[in-house]
């Protein structure tokens, strides 16, 4: 009866797949628009890593007001990750996805203008609020483009091609600020964000000709409302969004703000060594994005494809933890292992996306990226309080602090293991064509 069950699902996402495969040249193109507008989103989360020092000097930062800065960014993505969820099924993504990446054209400005700490995080949470569409925009137009058996990998490819704009502000961005400066680099990447704003919104369409999305009647807020306590209604979404708080958070903590001072103090690399193996990251991040996404597709299961993900980056945090002499080719190892090992949260997306109809995929989605993008920013926080727990002033070493931080990590992320063991898995030959 199983293998009967799993055939006629084969056979309905096979049927599907047919009807998306009529739209496939607009699909790509779509894709591709939205992409380069993603790429900036990436590229704006990571860039303190690099010019971490520029802030020490220029606003006078302490490693915890450090963590504040970058940490508002996530916050602010975080905290904008329901109402943008309502908003795409309310309005549509194309005109969401626009209004709101114009924010980090404005926050980009203001970042490098910016005189006091206050000034800076302000900057990043607008920043961080409007770049809170790019992923979840894009995957609500997938799920209308592409058949839903493809779901992981439309996901996966897109973020690590997105990855792209977190090699950007490795060597590129520490070139690009030892040429001019880091207020003129921001006031560059404005400029490009706001032209790649233009480009998306002339080229991205909700959704495929005859689909069924052209024919809906938008929801009143009341029923936006009621969509997302149906979503909430379901206990097995807790598990799920425990794994996701802890999933991607401790490879952007370390990428976006504590690689390149744990790679400066602990190793003694200056900024362009420290942009060159930040590069080196960044691709490792890319290949874990892209080879995740078709996982749950080959093995036919998402729970544990996510859950090996999970465990592996809690092993690798643990011998960071645990090893304090490492040489700087074993540090940069099981950093790059952490960027291939913590990119399951593409899976997570995917095995969150398959558990409830498409009307509510807006807010299904984006309520996982809340727990996800939650998760950094908390844990963000409590990463500067941990740091500044062992300052060289006392006559710590600054190995100390990181392997407190990486130990923190792998326990953070060994309780969302805990959590997530629970839940039913959800395979892709079970699912069916919206």
């Not at 943008?84 to 980090?104: K, N, T, W």
């Not at 306590?229 to 990428?255: D, G, P, T």
């Not at 040489?327 to 090992?341: F, H, N, R, Y």
């Amino acid at each position: 009866m199983i293998a009967v069950a799993r055939r006629a699902a084969k056979a309905r996402v096979t049927a599907g797949s047919a009807a998306h495969r009529g739209h496939m040249g607009a699909a790509i193109r779509i894709y591709i628009f939205l992409n380069l507008l993603y790429l900036m989103s990436m590229f704006y989360r990571s860039t303190n890593a690099v010019i971490a020092d520029e802030l020490r000097v220029d606003l006078g930062a302490t490693p915890g007001e450090l963590s504040l800065i970058t940490g508002a960014f996530f916050a602010a993505f975080a905290l904008m990750q329901i109402p943008v969820g309502m908003l795409l099924d309310r309005f549509g993504p194309r005109r969401v996805i626009a209004l709101m990446m114009l924010l980090p054209v404005g926050g980009a400005i203001l970042f490098a203008s910016a005189e006091s700490v206050a000034m800076a995080t302000a900057a990043q949470a607008i920043i961080g609020g409007g770049c809170a569409v790019g992923l979840m925009g894009a995957v609500v137009i997938f799920a209308r483009w592409f058949p839903p058996d493809r779901m992981a990998t439309m996901i996966a490819l897109y973020t690590g091609l997105g990855n792209i704009g977190i090699v950007l502000t490795a060597t590129p961005l520490a070139l690009a600020v030892a040429a001019i400066g880091w207020r003129g680099s921001f006031a560059l990447i404005a400029v490009v964000t706001a032209v790649l704003v233009l480009l998306a919104f002339l080229v991205v369409r909700d959704a495929p000709p005859g689909h069924a999305y052209h024919a809906r009647q938008p929801e009143s807020p009341r029923q936006v409302f009621a969509g997302v306590r149906e979503v909430l209604s379901n206990r097995r979404i807790y598990s799920i969004l425990a794994l996701a708080f802890v999933s991607l958070s401790v490879i952007l903590i370390l990428r976006s703000l504590w690689a390149g001072p744990y790679l400066a103090e602990v190793h003694g690399l200056d900024r362009i060594e420290i942009g060159n193996t930040l590069t080196i990251l960044s691709i490792a991040m890319l290949v874990g994005n892209v080879g995740f996404g078709p996982l749950d597709r080959l093995l036919d299961t998402r729970k544990w494809v996510s859950l090996a993900g999970a465990v592996a980056t809690a092993s690798i945090l643990a011998v960071l933890a645990a090893l304090p002499d490492l040489a700087l080719w074993q540090a940069t190892a099981l950093l790059c292992a952490l960027g291939v090992t913590s990119n399951y949260v593409v899976t997570l997306l995917a095995h969150a996306r398959a558990m409830y109809p498409d009307r509510l995929v807006g807010r299904t989605v984006t309520l996982v990226n809340f727990a996800n993008f939650g998760g950094i920013a908390v844990l963000q926080f409590a990463s500067g309080s941990i740091v500044d727990l062992f300052p060289a002033s006392a006559g710590y070493d600054p190995v100390d602090a990181y392997r407190a931080l990486f130990a923190f990590l792998a326990v953070a992320v060994l309780l969302g293991i805990l959590a997530y063991l629970p839940v039913r898995d959800f395979r892709p030959s079970e699912d069916r064509v919206a």
